[in-house]
């Protein structure tokens, strides 16, 4: 009775889709980079510091606007990095990943302790405002209404990515990096450029993904704030078989399972210690992982560096 | 331009590059860095000066060094077996905990009442719990890798937050430790089965040899049996060891046993030889820095403890050197990642050397 009251309601329906906002950035970045035969696992890093640059820019005066842009700036640096070491020098992406991840996060926080040796209470922002001049929509209006422009960009980015990949010869060329890349530079394609462009579009995306938690969701910058999320991003985009549309249905799956999460910890006849509900977000994505593993689809050329004429 | 200059792979790995990859790394994030430090408006040579005295000047800075390099040593190692099979068990984080869990579950939850054994026989089995502990924690992702394929990288990362859920709810429950007033800690270990110090009144305990002890056994293993054979073979190439008729899951299954229990062991020494209970903080990311420790070291067993001792000095230096001055000591975490990455690359470098193209 209680969980059918639950989803009767319009705020739960808002968390979810709160909850699905970075996500659904974070998993368009990581699918980008892998359709192009790049693994990303900088991606925890990169949302670490797209959410303190973003918050960053607009605590010193920026508007909210330009701190995203900024956010997908810095995330698209750390990208290059990453491209620069996994491309142009063919080294383990794994490794490589990690390391931009540890760098990403460690630069993050040294910066966030010099611009801020004495605070206690972490300095606040004016965040994006919820756009309830779209509560007059029917069925649909109260839930958008609770959402800041950022989702809007999210939901608006799956489509656009999806005409990228599919509609377009760039996006074929980079479908074609991705699956195999001696054939892309027989038809006189630049898998290097090809490569490093997706890395640094998907790492801006990711970016993005981080500062909204410091523009959208929160007002401050906290550590540990991303708390394993572009993780959760690196298996989502294997349980949306690396397809734009799939992984907002993933994405939007995973946060109602969040959200549902949440509320079962805060009603009244929790019986379960807290933290085993804390818990469900990192055991479904392991258990997504298990699920699709027979049916993955990877592209071919992931994780395989591409040196011209080495076999 | 991209094109202009290319690798080209060398006919022999360099010697000399190899031996001077690590330096090279070191000197080159030593460079990095010392750009942050003076963005923090401090100066350079006396900020990497006090670093290194927080971390070698005195008996008291080494012995905090080598506290740190204990679970370093042991992580490390975790990784350096598991990265040579090409198991990439981003997990010792975890299996830290679980191990840290399971030795205060056979050491302390019984405070030699219940269990009325012998001390060694309690020694030897809390020892075994951890390592078990370990061990099967990473056993899971590493079936699924073998038996599904799924990426153990993800699998094993999505564990450690698991792992660190799974401790605070033993902390706040059965092993909540009734005296600590609700500060989040377990009980502690029986006092008889705690390590011995290394040096008089320091931390430094005898921990460190268990672990320096454990990196000749894994170069043994690695270097004198069939497993570290098949282990190598396997990581080299699993196409082939299958190929040749080499049980490829069953070494996976090895290694991973192996390199969790390993990370398993560095929670119970932690605890019996510096901490005495578990905490939620006990680890600073210990599991991570393994990682790193492993490519310093270029995943060779004794070299492990080397790039631990580094490792170590580089975050003992840090706090020390930040409560002198205006640097805050995330600075350590940045050289600890930028020394990872150039390690990286310059081990590239003694495999390959740059052309330029068409002067061949």
């Known amino acids: ?311 | 331009m991209i094109g202009a200059w290319r690798l080209e792979r060398r006919t022999e790995p360099s010697r000399t590059a190899t031996a001077l990859a690590p330096l090279a790394a070191i000197a080159f994030t030593l460079l990095v860095c010392a750009a942050l430090v003076a963005w923090a408006g401090a100066p350079v040579g006396q900020t990497y000066a006090l670093l290194f005295d927080g971390a070698f000047g005195s008996r008291f800075a080494i012995s905090e060094t080598l506290t740190r390099a204990t679970p370093l040593i042991l992580t490390g190692l975790a990784c350096a077996v598991a990265f040579r099979a090409r198991l990439f068990n981003i997990g010792a984080e975890g299996q830290l905990y679980l191990g840290a869990l399971a030795a205060v579950a056979v050491g302390g939850m019984h405070g030699g009442e219940a269990l009325d054994w012998p001390m060694p026989v309690l020694f030897a089995a809390m020892m075994a719990a951890a390592a078990l502990a370990g061990a099967v924690w990473l056993l899971i992702p590493a079936l699924m890798k073998a038996k599904l394929g799924v990426d153990e990288v993800v699998t094993t990362l999505l564990g450690n937050f698991i792992v660190l859920l799974i401790v605070s709810m033993m902390l706040d429950g059965p092993m909540k430790d009734p005296m600590a007033m609700g500060w989040p800690q377990s009980v502690a270990l029986a006092s008889d089965l705690e390590l011995g110090k290394l040096i008089e009144r320091t931390r430094a305990h005898t921990g460190l040899l268990w672990a320096a002890g454990l990196a000749v056994i894994v170069w043994l293993v690695n270097r004198y049996t069939v497993f570290g054979f098949r282990m190598r073979a396997v990581g080299a190439n699993a196409h082939a060891s299958k190929f040749l008729g080499l049980p490829v899951t069953r070494v996976m299954v090895g290694t991973a046993l192996l390199s969790g229990a390993l990370a398993g062991l560095a929670g119970a020494i932690e605890v019996a030889g510096r901490t005495s209970y578990v905490t939620l903080d006990m680890s600073p990311g210990y599991g991570y820095s393994g990682v790193v420790v492993a490519m310093l070291a270029a995943l060779h067993p004794l070299g492990v403890v080397a790039a631990a001792v580094f490792v170590a000095g580089v975050l003992v230096g840090a706090d020390s050197m930040s409560r002198a001055i205006a640097v805050p000591n995330y600075i350590a975490d940045v050289i600890v990642a930028t020394a990872l990455l150039s390690m990286l690359v310059a081990m590239l470098f003694s495999q390959y050397r740059l052309r330029r193209m068409g002067a061949a």
């Open chain 1, 1 to 311: 009775m209680e969980t059918l009251d639950l989803l009767g309601s319009a705020a739960f329906w808002v968390a979810m889709l709160r909850i699905a906002t970075p996500l659904i950035l974070g998993t368009l970045g990581v699918l980008l980079c892998e359709r192009a035969g790049v693994l990303n696992l900088g991606i925890e890093g990169i949302m670490v510091a797209g959410a303190f640059s973003g918050w960053l820019a607009v605590y010193l005066g920026a508007p909210l606007p330009v701190g995203v842009l900024v956010a997908a700036i810095v995330g698209g640096l750390f990208g290059l990095l990453h491209a620069v070491l996994t491309v142009m020098l063919g080294l383990s992406q794994h490794v490589s990943g990690l390391g931009v991840t540890m760098l990403a996060s460690s630069l993050s926080y040294f910066a966030y302790r010099v611009s801020f040796p004495k605070v206690d209470t972490p300095p606040t922002i004016t965040p994006f405002a919820e756009m309830h001049w779209l509560d007059g929509i029917p069925i649909i209006g109260p839930v958008l209404g609770g959402q800041t422009p950022m989702t809007l960009f999210a939901l608006l980015a799956v489509p656009a990515i999806a005409w990228l990949l599919y509609r377009t010869p760039v996006g074929l060329a980079l479908r074609m990096v991705g699956e195999n890349p001696a054939a892309a530079e027989g038809q006189g394609l630049s898998v290097t450029r090809l490569r490093i462009g997706a890395i640094v579009a998907g790492s801006a995306l990711m970016g993005i993904a981080g500062s909204f938690l410091t523009l959208s969701a929160f007002n401050a910058f906290f550590f540990n704030m991303i708390n394993g999320r572009g993780w959760i991003c690196v298996a989502l985009v294997v349980f949306a078989s690396w397809q734009p549309g799939k992984a907002l249905a993933g994405a939007l799956l995973f946060a109602f399972f969040d959200a549902l999460q949440l509320r079962l910890q805060q009603s009244t006849g929790a019986s379960l210690p807290y933290q085993v509900y804390l818990m469900i977000p990192y055991i479904l994505s392991i258990l997504a992982l298990v699920v699709m593993a027979r049916r993955a689809a990877y592209p071919q050329a992931l994780m395989k560096p591409y040196r011209k004429g080495e076999r």
